[in-house]
């Protein structure tokens, strides 16, 4: 198949454009390299730099006759959505419905889109399923809820073949220390400085983490089963930020400082997820416990740190 890939150049979607090609597909990847990097680009897949925001994207698609899209282009820092709320919606809201009128307007067969638990707000039933209820409270929430309701209305509106996959944290290679989630990249990136780490809170918040090789295989099932709906991609396993840091701190080998400071406002004390929908529909189940995808994700990082 020719499967378009957006945000490839970035930390999940280059995992997924790897394991497409590594089932022989065709790979073709655009990212504006707002935040990605021209190295995550996996070796065999072609590369437009282009927004999906740009009139050409469109004619794009049009003329490439994709047979499936792979939506993870997207604006994702909570704490920016807040301060420039229009920004991210031009990016989540308008560059997914542009893709999706694309998709459309082209015949594409089967579309992707990666979405967020961070849609549900507030989590009020543990684990949280789809029924779940969907009130988000930052902008990014929103934005990603808007996309969702589109993908929606094509499928029910259009019968176009759509897969909406929302992930908890996810983690692993690839991801950008530097960005404002992903505590545990961050957090890898001071322990290999030896900086100390902040914690924000008591440490006790809890988080669902998945390993990013977990999130690309359900990327890659659902392309081949075509299941329709949103599904939660998730370990359904909470960990504690101070677990992260034990297990880091094991993976390291190393003194790792942590700092505590105060808690950061609307940070929810626990957050975990049921895949249980994802998994009775196609099988999929995550394989990589935290404890392993730590160590290999700070095998990764140190090779990194070396070359
Ligand atoms: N990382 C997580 O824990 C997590 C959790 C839930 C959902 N998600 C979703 O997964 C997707 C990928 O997240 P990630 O962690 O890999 O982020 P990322 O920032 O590493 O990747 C996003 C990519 O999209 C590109 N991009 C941004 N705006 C673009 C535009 N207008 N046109 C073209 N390319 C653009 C960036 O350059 C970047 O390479 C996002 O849709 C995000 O909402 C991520």
Redesign the pocket.
């Known amino acids: 198949m020719k499967i378009l890939v ?9 995992h997924v454009a790897e394991a497409y090609l590594r089932a022989g597909h065709d790979v073709v990847i ?8 021209l190295e ?1 680009i996996p070796d065999g897949a072609r590369f437009v730099q ?5 009139a050409a ?1 469109q004619q794009f698609v049009t003329a490439e006759q994709f047979d499936a899209i792979n ?7 909570l704490r920016v959505s807040v301060d420039k709320p229009v920004h991210d919606a ?3 809201i308008l ?1 997914s419905l542009s893709l999706l009128e694309a998709a459309r307007a082209s015949g594409v067969g089967h579309v992707i ?6 849609v549900l707000g507030e989590f009020i039933d543990i684990p949280a399923t789809e029924s779940h209820p969907v009130r988000p409270i930052a902008p ?1 929430g929103v934005s ?1 809820r808007a996309m969702e309701l589109y993908a929606d209305y094509e499928r029910i509106t259009h019968g176009m073949s759509v897969t909406t996959l ?6 692993g290679p ?3 220390p530097h ?1 404002e ?2 505590v545990i990249a961050i957090f890898l990136e001071k322990f290999m400085k030896g900086a100390s780490a902040v914690i924000h809170g008591d440490g006790t918040q809890e988080r669902d983490y ?1 390993h ?1 090789d977990d999130v690309a295989a359900a990327n890659l099932v659902a392309l081949e089963q075509r299941v329709q709906g949103t599904f939660h991609i998730c370990r359904n396993s909470a960990a504690s930020v101070n677990d992260v840091v034990h297990a880091l701190r094991d993976a390291l080998s190393r003194e790792c400082v942590v700092q505590y400071g105060p808690a950061k406002a609307g940070d929810p004390a626990r957050t975990r997820a049921s895949h249980d929908l994802f998994s009775s529909c196609t099988g999929w189940k995550p394989k990589i416990d935290l404890h392993n995808g730590i160590s290999s994700t700070v095998a990764w990082f140190l090779r990194q740190g070396a070359e």
Do not use: C, P, W
């Open positions: 957006t945000g490839g150049a970035g930390f999940i979607g280059s655009v990212d504006d390299l707002s935040m990605g990097f995550n282009m927004s999906i925001n740009d994207f939506h993870h282009a997207a604006h994702m820092e031009t990016i989540n560059g889109l990666a979405s967020t638990t961070a990014y990603k929302r992930y908890t944290n996810v983690y690839r991801q950008n960005g989630s992903g998945i990013v």
